[in-house]
């Protein structure tokens, strides 16, 4: 069996689909992949480095905001958009998958349109409560849509789609360490955990907050292990303020880091995770059921992270806090409420935990299968 796996961009488009063909290539072991993506994305990279083969193609999405330099990007984009269908028909017919799956985009859009309108059975997975362009407009042309969260629902025509909630896969690591281990593991002792980070980069709204919660909880002399990776936005900045306030980067309470590299160990330890709320990043509070306070970024998309972030805030599992309300009396206003209150934090872990789906992969080999009787059918004609 032959699998064309579409992606790019960003991680949280990408490691859905390692994890999907990881899944696939576990019931179907003889099955041969090939992920189309962009030369210049994190994908080419990621993919290449997971063991799997990746073509490119050149495809660009559309700046909304008018400026000379959006201006040029955008014909960029249009002048790739005239080639794409084609390389995409290139792709397919080289490789003659039996069967497509995408996971959103640039690239995701025309590879999965054209190799449905080859007749090739094709899926989708949609990993934020709100869904993407591209996975708005293939709903209607593919054979299945996924879903990470059942909110996804409410901007799609439901009604003129196969669909099924199958929640995001997440690495087997984050859910097998116990959060005494852990802390053994980071040098700490049992008492209440933050862990805070804004990504590899790094966000400077977190950063320059979280500065502010360590600077409160260190000088208080308060029993809280904190955990921070800066990130690159914040390597000239963030060691240089904790130098001025005294604070050594390592201590018997403090593990302040670029990046974290033990993410797994680190999120186990946790009692309260401070951070942004990709889709990737909330399913894995999910399945290790942590307490959090998320703070969106508005410079994303259809404002994609504040609604998955409100899937855990109307639930009650976090916190939610828009950027532009974010001040460092808030941060700690609020991490002092949860300090001093374990029942609320067990009941805010209890419920982000219950809103983890425990049978995802079940869910989307269930998919995959549909799609391989497509493709036999198809065959046997």
Request: charged share 25%; proline share 3%.
């Amino acid at each position: 069996m032959k699998v064309l796996m579409a992606c790019g961009g960003t991680g949280g488009h990408i490691n859905p689909a390692l994890a999907i063909a990881d899944m696939i290539k576990l019931k179907y072991p003889d099955a041969e992949f090939l992920f189309v993506g962009t030369p210049d994305g994190m994908e080419a990279k990621l993919v290449p480095q997971a063991g799997y083969r990746l073509e490119t193609m050149k495809v660009a999405g559309f700046q909304r905001q008018i400026s000379l330099e959006n201006i040029g990007r955008n014909f960029k984009a249009l002048a790739y958009l005239a080639t794409s269908g084609k390389r995409a028909g290139e792709i397919i017919k080289g490789f003659s998958p039996d069967i497509a799956i995408g996971t959103g985009g640039y690239a995701s859009g025309p590879v999965i349109r054209k190799a449905s309108k080859m007749g090739i059975p094709t899926a989708i997975h949609e990993q934020n409560a709100f869904p993407g362009v591209t996975n708005k407009l293939l709903a209607k042309e593919v054979d299945y849509v996924m879903f990470t969260v059942k909110e996804a629902l409410e901007y799609m025509d439901k009604d003129k789609i196969d669909y099924v909630v199958t929640g995001l896969p997440v690495r087997s690591s984050i859910t097998k360490m116990s959060k005494n281990e852990a802390r053994k593991r980071l040098g700490f002792d049992d008492s209440f955990t933050i862990l805070s980070f804004g990504g590899s980069l790094g966000a400077g709204c977190i950063n320059e907050n979280v500065a502010e919660v360590i600077k409160w909880h260190t000088g208080k002399g308060l029993a809280i292990n904190h955990i921070h990776g800066y990130g690159g936005m914040g390597k000239d900045t963030f060691p240089k303020q904790m130098q001025e306030a005294g604070i050594p980067l390592k201590s018997e309470r403090l593990r302040i880091t670029e990046y974290i590299n033990d993410m797994d160990v680190c999120m186990a330890s946790a009692d309260v995770v401070v951070c942004r709320s990709g889709a990737s990043t909330l399913a894995e509070l999910e399945a290790s059921g942590k307490a959090s306070i998320l703070i969106p970024s508005p410079v994303v998309a259809g404002n994609h992270q504040y609604h998955n972030a409100m899937v855990l805030g109307n639930a009650g599992a976090s916190v939610v806090i828009e950027q532009k309300n974010v001040t460092k009396d808030k941060m700690i206003s609020e991490i002092e409420k949860l300090y001093n209150d374990k029942a609320l934090v067990e009941k805010m872990s209890d419920t982000a935990l219950s809103l983890h789906l425990n049978d995802t992969q079940e869910r989307i080999l269930e998919v995959v299968d549909k799609l391989v009787k497509k493709a036999e059918a198809k065959k046997r004609k």
